[in-house]
């Protein structure tokens, strides 16, 4: 077999801490405390691997990224190493200081998450009080700063609604792109799945507003569009295709090709800490599992759609139809696929309005 090509981009997630406790939350439900997180050498090194590896961008998350207070010592090293930067923030934490030193590092981007355009349903989404106005100042410092701004809002069926005032409120503050993510239903957002997904009729309307909202603002906003699974008949290429554009580094140093791998059983993820970031990516048989095309079954092998989508989430795979290696449920052609109808109608006759919040420590049953 041919060495893979190198990774586009490398995620670092250099924490788990956060002021915030989104019910949605990419993160693992086991949240890893800071004292195992990965030191500044260790990043330092990763990053220089990463440069050496051939990764163009490095994008700096979390939790919070801005909690690390290396953070400038990480960027410059990127800077160094000619590596893109992109800082994904709740912008909670970030103030005109610890920005200036971002921008003297060498920052290139920062992508700034908004849980909602309405205060007080942002604030008890996030579960924090005052943040709102913390994120409006945020903006304002990096429009300030000359930085490339995203505005990043996550939408389920508790804000859907509001999806117009979210894209005017990137207009205000000029960002060059939002994001409009609907939750992508792994970890802690399947765990509050009856709590926020939508109907179909939500999603259809959302989808019609960014249609409009990309014609009005052609050429001075670009308006991506992500949208969740279960009302899907074919999957999306999840992260590129699993070891194919992406690498994944958690704050204790595991890799990852995408950032709820580790959800699956039986696959040994290599550490940074005792391997370098091009043996990984290599040779690692973590990542050679569902690399390509060879480890599929039927109807994905077969499927004239195979090197587009290839076969979907495994992670969805494994929560939703028990195992990594089947086609992925979002897909109609998948014997699998009733779980996401049966799904769908489960939410709408049982909505929760509860959330479990994401707290390090917390029980995936504890409500709040």
Not at 88 to 103: F, H, Y
Not at 124 to 142: E, S, W
Not at 189 to 216: C, F, I, Y
Not at 220 to 249: L, S, T
């Amino acid at each position: 077999m041919s060495a893979p090509a190198p990774p586009m981009g490398l995620l670092a997630e250099l924490t788990h801490r956060c002021p915030l406790q989104c019910p949605y939350c990419s993160n693992p439900l086991e949240l890893e405390r800071a004292a195992g997180e990965l030191e500044t050498a260790d990043w330092l090194r990763v990053l220089g691997e990463a440069a050496d590896l051939g990764v163009l961008q490095v994008h700096f998350s979390g939790g919070e990224p801005t909690a690390r207070r290396d953070l400038p010592e990480l960027v410059a090293r990127a800077a160094e190493r000619q590596l893109y930067s992109n800082l994904i923030t709740s912008g909670v934490l970030l103030d005109e200081r610890l920005l200036g030193a971002l921008v003297e590092a060498g920052l290139d981007h920062v992508q700034l998450s908004f849980q909602d355009a309405e205060t007080e349903s942002a604030e008890r989404i996030g579960g924090m009080a005052g943040a709102q106005a913390k994120k409006f100042a945020a903006a304002a410092l990096v429009r300030r700063a000359g930085l490339p701004l995203t505005l990043n809002f996550v939408i389920h069926r508790r804000n859907v609604e509001r999806l117009p005032a979210m894209i005017a409120l990137g207009a205000e503050f000029a960002a060059e792109r939002i994001e409009i993510a609907h939750v992508q239903y792994y970890g802690w957002g399947l765990v509050n799945r009856a709590a926020l997904l939508p109907s179909r009729a939500q999603l259809d309307a959302a989808t019609a507003t960014v249609d409009a909202a990309r014609l009005a603002h052609k050429g001075r906003m670009v308006i991506d569009y992500v949208v969740p699974d279960y009302h899907a008949e074919r999957p999306k290429a999840c992260m590129g295709g699993w070891g194919r554009r992406f690498i994944n580094v958690t704050p204790t140093g595991k890799a990852l090709p995408c950032h709820a791998a580790e959800t699956l059983s039986g696959l040994d993820f290599p550490s940074v800490r005792t391997s370098s970031l091009a043996r990984i990516w290599r040779d690692s048989p973590a990542f050679e599992r569902y690399r390509g095309t060879g480890w599929m079954a039927e109807p994905c092998r077969s499927c004239e759609r195979r090197e587009i989508d290839w076969g979907g989430c495994r992670c969805q795979a494994l929560a939703l139809a028990g195992d990594a290696g089947k086609t992925d449920p979002a897909c109609a052609l998948s014997p699998d696929h009733a779980v996401m109808q049966a799904a769908i109608a489960e939410a709408a006759a049982n909505p929760s309005m509860e959330f479990v919040y994401r707290r390090i420590g917390a029980s995936a049953t504890e409500r709040a």
